[in-house]
């Protein structure tokens, strides 16, 4: 463990982290290109929780504890099941291309974004949409023309979902009906130069969000105001809040980058920084 200032690095030598989840007094994450889920508590003990063939992405838990993981190149969320990865939920015939971040409600809902076009390879960047999947592993897209929707967010009444769209450099809201399904579409906030990835909401109703062009974590409130600003080395890839009354700002950082590449240089890591508001929602 290394201190820099008020920033402590936790963790170091990854391939390309995401998707970083406060739960069960630690912090769980993906590691794309290691193929591995895993959990990270503050003392700084790694464990391997599932391995996945796919690739792992967003992580999200059902009521009862199993937890559910984006299987970004097969396009499938899939469940832990004693030890196990089973398929929750088959994508691939929603969604062209592969799934990233995913947010799951308290009803065990999943939220699963995906890319809309072959990044690595500079394809055009093309709308795409948003997919609901059900506890009983059903899928429907619920929300279209969004530009890379990544991370996501769920208020804590359960009643407002915020979506980033990396590619749309915006933040944008929906209503969530009882059954589910978005409504009410709305712009949360302009970003200008930022590009939005993983995102996590706080308790005064901000949104901290790593933005990987410039290099950095943002506090952003409804209407585009910024409040705080938090420059790293590398590229910002994803947040969250966890740790005690979730005050303590997960900070995960690499660099945007094809396997060969992440793989030898190893550059991702996982930053630690108290805040003065706590998280709040989900995840």
């Not at 969320?77 to 929603?94: K, S």
């Not at 060969?260 to 550059?267: Q, Y």
Request: contains cysteine.
């Amino acid at each position: 463990m290394k201190n820099d200032n008020d920033t402590v690095t936790l963790a170091e030598g990854l391939a390309f982290p995401e998707a970083p989840r406060w739960h069960d007094g630690a912090l769980w994450f993906s590691d794309f290109y290691t193929h591995a889920v895993h959990r990270l508590v503050v003392d700084g003990t790694l464990t391997t929780v599932a391995e996945v063939p796919g690739q792992p992405s967003g992580l999200g838990w059902l009521p009862d504890g199993r937890l559910l993981v984006v299987s970004m190149l097969d396009r499938r969320v899939l469940r832990l099941e004693a030890g196990r990865l089973v398929t929750h939920a088959a994508l691939d015939t929603l969604v062209a291309s592969p799934c990233n971040d995913m947010v799951v409600d308290a009803e065990g809902r999943a939220y699963v974004g995906n890319f809309g076009f072959d990044m690595f390879n500079r394809e055009t960047p093309r709308p795409t949409g948003l997919v609901l999947v059900t506890p009983d592993g059903d899928a429907r897209v619920v929300a279209d023309d969004l530009l890379f929707p990544n991370g996501c967010v769920i208020t804590p009444d359960g009643g407002t979902l915020i979506v980033a769209e990396t590619f749309g450099k915006r933040l944008t809201a929906f209503d969530i009906a009882p059954d589910g399904t978005l409504s009410r579409r709305r712009v949360w906030a302009d970003l200008g130069d930022a590009s939005p990835d993983g995102i996590c909401l706080d308790d005064a109703g901000a949104v901290w969000l790593a933005s990987p062009p410039t290099s950095e974590f943002l506090r952003v409130h409804e209407g585009g105001h910024v409040s705080e600003r938090i420059a790293v080395a590398g590229q910002a890839i994803a947040c969250a809040l966890g740790g005690n009354e979730r005050r303590t700002l997960f900070m995960v950082t690499g660099k945007v980058s094809k396997a060969p590449r992440a793989l030898a240089e190893r550059n991702g890591r996982i930053l630690a920084r108290q805040v003065a508001v706590g998280g709040a929602g989900l995840p």
